[in-house]
Every structure is written in structure tokens, then in C-alpha cells.
């Protein structure tokens, strides 16, 4: 399948964080395979941060394509730029902020646990 366009969503706030993220979804939940219920490029400007939370029966996947920012895992705070991937296991906390002066850039996957 190949879809024409992305579908692209802006989010305030998203998850409690700072600003408004970009959500560039390559596709709606009907066409993504099974297992995958999230799947997006998201594009952070400078300051703009997504709040700590916590993925149940799923797992999420990001990869820094630009920019740089720090990624909260588990408390842990570690810095990310490009190249960067980031894994957040089932039952695990995790944020993102865009801690640079361009836009981070990052894609992300969410894959559930159900059978």
C-alpha cells in the first residue's frame, strides 16, 4: 500500500509536555499492520517537549532523523541527536524534550503486545 500524503495532526500539550508537536502519521489505524498502532514522524520545535508516561502492553521506538534534545528514561535523562535510537519497554516511563535551537525530529513506532 502507498498512501499519497501523510496525515498530519498538531498536538498541544501532548502528554502534559511544552508546546505543540507535529504528528506526521504514515498511516491511519485501518491500514497499519497488526500489532502497530502508532506509527509517525514527530517534529519538535526548540523547547517543545512531549510529558512523562507510561506505555502498558506496548512498546515504543524512536529515531532521532535531526535535531537534539534529551529523552527521559525512567529518570535516567540522556541526551539524543541524530542517529539516536530509543527503546521504552512495556510498564516503562519515558519523555522527550527538544533541548536545541532547530527542530528535533524524530520517528516512532508503537507495537502492542496482543496476540
Given at each position: 500500500?502507498?498512501?499519497s500524503e501523510?496525515i498530519v495532526?498538531?498536538?498541544?500539550?501532548?502528554?502534559?509536555?511544552d508546546?505543540?508537536?507535529?504528528?506526521?502519521?504514515?498511516?491511519?489505524g485501518?491500514?497499519?499492520?497488526?500489532?502497530v498502532?502508532f506509527?509517525?514522524?514527530?517534529?519538535?520545535?526548540p523547547?517543545?517537549?512531549?510529558?512523562?508516561?507510561v506505555?502498558?502492553?506496548?512498546?515504543?521506538i524512536?529515531?532521532?532523523?535531526?535535531?537534539v534534545?534529551e529523552?527521559n528514561?525512567n529518570?535516567?535523562i540522556?541526551?539524543?541527536?541524530?542517529?539516536?535510537?530509543?527503546v521504552?519497554?512495556?510498564?516503562?516511563?519515558?519523555c522527550?524534550?527538544?533541548?536545541?535551537?532547530?527542530?528535533l525530529?524524530?520517528t516512532?513506532?508503537?507495537v502492542?503486545n496482543?496476540?
Open positions: 500500500m502507498v498512501l501523510y495532526e498538531k498536538r498541544d500539550n501532548m502528554r502534559g509536555g508546546g505543540q508537536v507535529t504528528i506526521e502519521n504514515w498511516a491511519d485501518a491500514t497499519l499492520p497488526p500489532h498502532r506509527s509517525a514522524t514527530m517534529i519538535f520545535p523547547g517543545v517537549s512531549i510529558g512523562e508516561h506505555h502498558e502492553g506496548e512498546a515504543e524512536f529515531h532521532v532523523v535531526s535535531g534534545g529523552y528514561d529518570g535516567n540522556v541526551p539524543i541527536k541524530k542517529g539516536n535510537v530509543m521504552n519497554y512495556d510498564g516503562q516511563k519515558h522527550i524534550r527538544n533541548t536545541g535551537s532547530e527542530d525530529v524524530i516512532a513506532l508503537i502492542t496482543e496476540a
